[in-house]
C-alpha cells in the first residue's frame, strides 16, 4: 500500500476522530461532576452493635461525625426491631389462643370479639400468624397508624385486654433479614421511627433514605414518604430489598423520586460484577431516568480477615471502580468482641476518609444529579466510519490492497453503518467499542512491525519511535471506547463492556497473522509460515519463548480464568503502588509489555533475527490489550485509566531498560560460554 493511501486514511481517521469528540466530553464532563463521596453508616446495625457493646449510643455518633461521618442510612423499624429494644412482645397466634383460652380467659374473649367485628372467626387466623403485645399508648398508635397505611383494615385486627394493647395479624409474613447468619423469623416493616430521624437530624447528620416493599395492598405509605422528604431534605433513596409497589404498582415510588429529584443507590454486588439486582429496581431506573449513583456496601467485606484489607477494598472501590457512595455496616468479625469491632469500625472510617481526601475526592458535599443524554446518532456515525477507516488501514496493510479494494471497503461500510444506525436503530456503541479493542491492539503491532523492518536509524531513535507508535496508536483505541461508552448506564455500571474474552485473544491471534504477512515478502504466505516452523532457532531464541510462554499463562490464568492467583509479593506492591500513586499501573503493561518491546527493537536492530519479533511480540501484544482494556471497565473513571496508563509507561520504561541490561548481560556470559551461540545477520 502507498504512502499517499497510508496518508490519506490517516487523515481521515483524524477527521472522524475529531468529529467524536462529543462522546469524549460527556464521558469526561459527566465524570468531573462526580468527584464526590459520601460515607453512610447503617443506623440499624449501628444501634444493634452499640447495644451489644453497651456502648451509649449518643457517644457513638458523636464519634462518628468527629471521624467525618455526615450520613446516616436509616431503615424503617421492623416488629424484631420493637421486639429487641423492648416496644413489644411477639408470640404466634397458635400459642396464644391455648394459653389465653386456658389462662387468661379474659384476653382470649376480647380477641374473639375483635375478629368477629372484623367478619373473622378464630379458626380463620393460621397458627403461624404473628400476636403483638403492647404495653406502651404510644407505640400502639405508632403500629396501627404504620401497618393501617399498608395492609386492609381487616388484616391488622387491634383489642385491649387489662391495660395491654393487642394486634392479630392476619398477614402473610416472610423473613425480612436474608443474612445467612441471621435467625429465621417472621417479621413485618412497621415505618419509619420519627424520633430518630429528628434526633439524628438535629445532631448534624444528613439522612438516605431506605425503604422496604411491605408486600401488602395497600400503599398508602409511599404517599407518606413525601413528609419525611420534605421534612428531613432527604436526597437520596437506598431500597432495602424489594422497590415498594412491586410487583402491582411501582408509580407512586416513582413519581416520589421523579418529583423530590432524587437519587437511587444501586448497590454493588460482593463478586464486583455489576449491581444488585433487586425486584422491581430495573423498571424504576428506566421509568425515573438513570438519576442513580453507585454504592459499596461494606457487608462484602465480612468475610476479610484484617481491618487493613477492609480499608483496600474501601479505597479500590471508590479509586478503581468509580464508586460515590460508600455505605457502612459495623464489622462483624466473630473473634473480636462487639465493642473491638466497634472501635476499629470508627478507626478505619476516620483512615479512609484522611487518605481519599489526598487522592482529589470530596467529601461532606452532595452528590450530583448527573447528565443521562448518551451519544445522537449522527456522533455515533463518526464513531463507527473512525473505526471503519482504522481497520481498512489495518486490512490494506496486512494483505497489501489495492486502491478499488480500499475505496470498495469504505464505501461498503460507511453504507452500512448508515444503514444500521439510522435505518435499523441498531445501538452499537458495543460493538463499537469491542471493535476499538481489537483493531487498534492489532495495527500497532502491525505498524511496529513494519517500522523495525524498515528503519534504518541507531537504536535510541528506533525504541523511542516504537514506543511512541504503541502508545499513540492505542491511546486512539482508548479515545475510541471513551467516546463511544459516554452514557451514563455505561459509567454507572448498569450496561457492561462484552466481550472481554474476546478482546483478550484476538489481537493475539491477529499478530501471528501480521509477522508472516510482514516479513513473507514475494513469498506465498502458507509457504513462509512453514520455513519459519522448519528453521532451527538458537539458544537465546529457546530461552525468550520458554519466557514468552511463561507469559502467556500468566496473562490468560490472570485474565478472568483465576488459574494464577494472586501472590503476596503481587499484593504487597499493589498497596506500594496505591499508596504513592493514585492509580496503580497494570502489571501486564510493566512486566510483560513494556519489557517485550524494549526486548525485540534491542534484538532486532542488532542481530536482525525475524523470530526474535514473533516471540516477543506477543508480549507488546499483551502489553496492548491491556492498556486498552483499562479504557473497557467504564465504571473507572477515564481519568484514572489515563492517570494508570502514564504510570505504566513510566515504570514500564524503567522495566524495559532493566530488561535490555539483562539482555546484555546474557550476551556476555553465552558469548564466553559459547562464542558461536550468537550471531549477528546483517541485512
Known amino acids: ?18 468529529l467524536s469528540y462529543g462522546g469524549w466530553n460527556l464521558r469526561t464532563s ?87 367485628g372484623k367478619g373473622l372467626t378464630p379458626d380463620k387466623i393460621s397458627p403461624s400468624s404473628l400476636v403483638l403485645v403492647v404495653k406502651k399508648l404510644d407505640v400502639a398508635d405508632f403500629i396501627s397508624r404504620e401497618l393501617g397505611s399498608r395492609y386492609q383494615p381487616e388484616q391488622v385486627i387491634r383489642f385491649q385486654s387489662g391495660g395491654t394493647e393487642y394486634f392479630i395479624l392476619d398477614i402473610e409474613l416472610t423473613q425480612l433479614d436474608q443474612r445467612k447468619e441471621a435467625v429465621p423469623q417472621l417479621d413485618a416493616i412497621v415505618g419509619f421511627d420519627q424520633a430518630v430521624l429528628d434526633k439524628l437530624h438535629k445532631q448534624g447528620f444528613s439522612l438516605i433514605l431506605r425503604p422496604e416493599n411491605s408486600k401488602g395492598s395497600n400503599l398508602q405509605y409511599i404517599a407518606d414518604y413525601q413528609q419525611l422528604i420534605a421534612r428531613y431534605n432527604i436526597k437520596y433513596i437506598l431500597f432495602s430489598n424489594e422497590v415498594p409497589g412491586y ?72 479509586i478503581d471502580r468509580g464508586i460515590r457512595v460508600v455505605y457502612i455496616s459495623p464489622f462483624k468479625d466473630i473473634k473480636k468482641s462487639y465493642s473491638t469491632n466497634l472501635d476499629n469500625t470508627i478507626k478505619i472510617i476516620g483512615d479512609f476518609h484522611r487518605d481519599i481526601a489526598t487522592k482529589g475526592f470530596v467529601l461532606n458535599q452532595d452528590l450530583k444529579n448527573l447528565p443521562t443524554t448518551s451519544n445522537p446518532p449522527w456522533r455515533l456515525l463518526m464513531i463507527g466510519l473512525g473505526l471503519l477507516t482504522a481497520g481498512t488501514l489495518y486490512l490494506g496493510l496486512l494483505f497489501k490492497l489495492k486502491p478499488p479494494w480500499i475505496i470498495g471497503l469504505l464505501a461498503a461500510g460507511a453504507i452500512g453503518l448508515i444503514a444500521a444506525i439510522f435505518l ?32 534504518q536509524s541507531g537504536l535510541p531513535l528506533k525504541l523511542l519511535s516504537s514506543l511512541g507508535l504503541i502508545v499513540v496508536v492505542n491511546m486512539i483505541g482508548a479515545y475510541t471506547i471513551i467516546c ?34 510482514c516479513f513473507s515478502g514475494q513469498q506465498n504466505l502458507f509457504r513462509y509460515i512453514w520455513d519459519v516452523l522448519n528453521a532451527k532457532p538458537s539458544y537465546l531464541v529457546l530461552l525468550l519463548f520458554f519466557m514468552a510462554a511463561g507469559a502467556g499463562y500468566y496473562y490468560i490464568g490472570r485474565s478472568g480464568n483465576n488459574l494464577v492467583s494472586v501472590s503476596g509479593l503481587e499484593l504487597k506492591l499493589r498497596e506500594i503502588l496505591e499508596g504513592s500513586l493514585l492509580a496503580r499501573p497494570r502489571f501486564k503493561e510493566i512486566l510483560i509489555g513494556y519489557p517485550a518491546l524494549f526486548a525485540a527493537v534491542y534484538l532486532y536492530h542488532k542481530y536482525r533475527q525475524e523470530a526474535w519479533l514473533l516471540i516477543l511480540g506477543f508480549g507488546i501484544v499483551i502489553g496492548s490489550i491491556s492498556m486498552v482494556n483499562s479504557f473497557c471497565h467504564v465504571f473507572t473513571a477515564a481519568s484514572i485509566s489515563m492517570i494508570r496508563t502514564a504510570g505504566g509507561l513510566v515504570l514500564g520504561i524503567a522495566a524495559g531498560m532493566l530488561t535490555m541490561a539483562a539482555i546484555w548481560i546474557i550476551e556476555k556470559i553465552l558469548k564466553k560460554v559459547s562464542p558461536n551461540t550468537l550471531s549477528v545477520k546483517h541485512s
Not at 499517499?4 to 475529531?18: H, M, P, Q, Y
Open 1 to 18: 500500500m502507498s504512502k499517499k493511501i497510508i496518508a490519506g486514511l490517516s487523515g481521515l481517521l483524524l477527521v472522524f476522530l475529531v
Open 30 to 116: 459527566t465524570e468531573e461532576a462526580n468527584k464526590t463521596v459520601i460515607t453512610a453508616v447503617d443506623y440499624r446495625e449501628l444501634w444493634k452493635t452499640a447495644s451489644n457493646a453497651n456502648a451509649d449510643m449518643d457517644q457513638t455518633l458523636k464519634q462518628l461525625y468527629d471521624k467525618g461521618i455526615r450520613y446516616i442510612g436509616v431503615k424503617e423499624l421492623t416488629l424484631r426491631d420493637l421486639a429487641f429494644s423492648g416496644d413489644l412482645y411477639i408470640q404466634e397466634y397458635g400459642p396464644f389462643i391455648a394459653y389465653s383460652q386456658s389462662y387468661s380467659p379474659g384476653d382470649w374473649e376480647r380477641a374473639r370479639q375483635a375478629l368477629a
Open 247 to 318: 410487583p402491582n404498582n411501582l408509580q407512586p415510588i416513582e413519581s416520589l423520586i421523579n418529583q423530590n429529584h432524587l437519587l437511587v443507590g444501586i448497590v454493588e454486588t460482593s463478586e464486583q460484577l455489576k449491581y444488585l439486582p433487586q425486584p422491581g429496581l430495573d423498571p424504576v431506573l428506566y421509568a425515573t431516568g438513570y438519576q442513580v449513583n453507585r454504592v459499596y456496601s461494606t457487608t462484602n467485606d465480612d468475610y476479610v480477615q484484617t481491618i487493613d484489607e477492609r480499608y483496600y477494598r474501601w479505597m479500590r472501590a471508590v
Open 424 to 455: 435499523v436503530h441498531m445501538d452499537l456503541t458495543k460493538l463499537f467499542a469491542l471493535a476499538a479493542a481489537i483493531i487498534y491492539p492489532a495495527l500497532s503491532s502491525l505498524l511496529l512491525l513494519i517500522y523495525l523492518r524498515d528503519s
Open 484 to 517: 463511544s461508552l459516554s452514557d451514563i448506564q455505561f459509567i454507572m455500571n448498569i450496561k457492561e463492556f462484552t466481550g472481554v474474552k474476546l478482546a483478550f485473544l484476538f489481537p493475539l491471534l491477529l499478530f501471528a497473522l501480521n509477522y508472516f504477512s
